[in-house]
């Protein structure tokens, strides 16, 4: 039983869970709705008056009250301005660059924040608390930032990160060192590295970076390929330390303590120090602090022998994490460890009378049904999570498990016996290294394995907030429905009235006219949709931010009718090599099949899939869609000289007029010969929109181009500030002007009313 009314208002046996639920209200409210820290103060003052005669009820209010105090209070202060002028800049390192050439300093007075610095060759002679001197100006943050897409600058300014640099190893001069605190300076960081170095040495680099994975959580030198298997197959959540880890780390200590016979009071303090010890050595995840407290919990009940209630110890422990940062609560990792954890804890209590009832072996029962019915349950509870957060969601995550988690518990206690090995004789962790490399070819065989049944994989766009709720609800009254009789009256009227908005939704909802212009970072990439959901993608931007791949993930799309490239440059191809591998595209436009290894490999690998491949220029049409495509350039004469190597990759950019109605849209790609995009372009033709060509460019934007064409709207994709200063000269003459680097990806829908367009503009 999970849920009685009246004593979870009222019984102390969920008095845990409420504060959660009051703490995470107020963190909440201070996150979303912009209001001043006197809203923290009214509703601990409103507590206070009404407790008396609210039977305390009210005292959860004034819980609220505290955390919206605490989260607003605890927001990182806005940098100062006069910090993006500096060239030069002083900091104490709190991440060292083990895994890769980055490090994250904290800014000295009198400035605050900071700062993540890329090498540009690799160092490793920075280490935790060193007080660096950077010769280097420190770039605002700026990340690619699009409709429904995460935005790291939020993200990451929340965390107190003001900006990055990038310098060489020579210009920054070592200050002084061991200035960060004494534990992690002394203590853990020097362990940290050795573990690095150890691992770094005896094994391959694909399976050293596994296993660092697994032991630290550390993902970031892990190959593409491996990380992608690891979550088509559902189970990239052993990269993140958590209760397995822990797990694995008390019982390996448990079983030596025994044949030692350390028991009592001395057994818990040393497990303690123990988990401590690698959870710090993990980076103090939230998962595996998480993990941390409620098994100290737990191991504390064995010397004073009470009972520990798993779930008020899963509230508490996110009440410490909260405590520590209050923005962990937005973090998917710690949303996902906790409904992990907590569908593990409240499923299984209830299973376990029908399996005893079966009757199973005993041996059955602990070694296939009971890892089963975790893993399914923990599946189950994550996944409104991972399709609100990744909008994927694999089905066999559960079964998966089953194979790879026991790989994994091996891998563990055998990377951390390797390491200590290390310490005694280099020769005793080479034997053992061999056994654990073993154990991680079949580790990344069976993930290989699985991942391949990613056909199953279930991927119908973000998953709004509301139905994550709706489902954890409903999920919450189905286990309930023996314990009281309204339950089961409001579980069938919730499902029902579900069932029912979600059908009548579906059916009212038309797709739009609209063009989705991204951020990709660098280069074009656009989206053209038309009201039978036809789509057409103008360009991809660079590949190393993902970033149409998870837009098309967002929305749920999975089929591209047309794709055009403008010209074989990989910041305007790029993207393509990243779609999720469940997209289809009918046929990429593109005005020749020669350039690079990578273009051609990428229009090989589409021609095999079933895309069919079109070489298009002047006089060619696109035709099918809602909007009239035409192509206006390169005519036959620049193909046969771009062919023979005489013209440079801009001079071939596909020159393209979209028409919706009267609605006239000219992409110019990066084609910077502003004679000949007038001259092309027809006469009669008002053109409401134009691409700027080559990203804002002097030469591809010189004034007359603008007096020719008269656009009324100009936007600029891939470089902010321009080279040509459109961002002051266009405001001036009364253009509407939009630049996707510094504004963020947006949507322009087009309303037909009466045979004429009116364009909306919706920003990110």
Known sequence: MLIVPESFLL?????????????????????VSGLSWWTGIILIVTGLILIRWSRGFTFYAIISGLAFLYAVLGKPLPPVADVYRLKQFQGVVIEEPLANNRLTIKLLPPFYGMVRVFLTDSSNTLHYGDIISVQSKIKPLSFPRNPGLPDYNQILSARGVIGSARVKTRAIKLISRNNGNLL??????PARRFLYNTIKQHLPPSESALLLGILLGDKTGLPPRVQDAFTDAGVLHLMAVSGIHVGI???????????????????????????????????????????????????????????????????????????LDPDA????????????????????????????RLKPPESVQKMLLLPTLVSLAATIGTAPLLLHHFYRFQPLTFL????????????????????????????????????????????????????????????PGKLPVFWCFYIYFIILLALNLKSHPVIKTVFRISLLLGLVFIVWSKALKKPETRITFFDPGRGDAILFEDTLGRKVMVDAGIDGTGVPGDYLLYRGIKYIDAVIITHPDRDHYGGLLELPKRTRIGQ?????????????????????????????????????FGYTIKFLYPDPTTRWLYNQHLLPTNSISLVTLFQHYNFNMLLTGDCELPAIITKITPGVLKINLLKSPHHGSKKGNPPELFNILKPEYVIVMGRYPTPAGLETILPNRGVHYRNARQDGGFVITLRSNSGSVLPVLNPN
């Open 588 to 624: 990429i436009i593109v005005p020749t099949l020669s350039g690079d290894t990578v273009y051609k490999r990428l229009l090989h690998h589409l021609q095999l899939n079933g895309t069919k491949i079109v070489v298009a220029g002047q006089g060619d049409e696109l035709k099918g």
């Open 249 to 323: 780390v008390i019982l390996t200590l448990s079983l030596l303590l025994t044949i030692l016979r350390i028991r009592g009071w001395t057994g818990f303090i040393i497990l303690t120090i123990a988990t401590l010890f690698y959870i710090l050595l993990a980076g103090w995840q939230p998962s595996a602090v998480r993990a941390g407290i409620m098994s100290w919990a737990v191991l504390l009940s064995v010397p004073v022998q009470r009972r520990v209630s798993l779930l008020a110890g899963l509230c508490f422990a996110t009440l410490i994490i909260l405590l």
């Open 184 to 189: 992690l300076a002394r203590v853990v960081m």
């Open 11 to 31: 019984g102390m046996r969920y008095a845990a869970l409420r504060t959660l639920l009051a703490v995470a209200t107020g963190i909440t409210l201070s996150r």
């Open 329 to 356: 609560f937005f973090h998917p990792g710690t949303q996902l460890s906790f409904a992990a954890t907590a569908a593990i804890i409240t499923v299984l209590p209830g299973v376990k009378p029908y399996l005893q």
């Open 400 to 459: 998966a498990n089953l194979f790879v988690v026991p790989l994994t518990t091996t891998a563990l206690p055998l990377g951390l016996l390797t390491t200590i090995g290390n310490l005694f004789s280099p020769q005793l962790a080479s034997i053992l290294s061999e056994t654990l490399r073993l154990n991680l070819t079949i580790l990344l065989f069976t993930v290989d394995k699985f991942s391949k049944l990613n056909v199953l994989m279930i991927e």
